[in-house]
């Protein structure tokens, strides 16, 4: 293999990687959803409250 170039590879195991970030990627996206048919625009306080303690963090 020429130095430099990537190696095209698939397989298994990168099927299921991509796979599982489509579901995990997918899930950040409906929770919203989910949240504000739940609670109405509430779930917007939720979301403040989780976004001041991630800057604690």
């Not at 195991?13 to 919203?32: K, V």
């Amino acid at each position: 293999m020429p130095r430099g170039r990537l190696r095209r590879e698939g397989g298994m195991i990168g099927l299921l990687y991509a796979s599982l970030g489509a579901i995990i990627g997918s899930g950040w996206l409906f929770g919203p959803l989910h949240a504000a048919q739940q609670a109405g625009p509430l779930s917007l306080g939720s979301w403040a409250v989780g976004a001041g303690a991630i800057l604690l963090l």
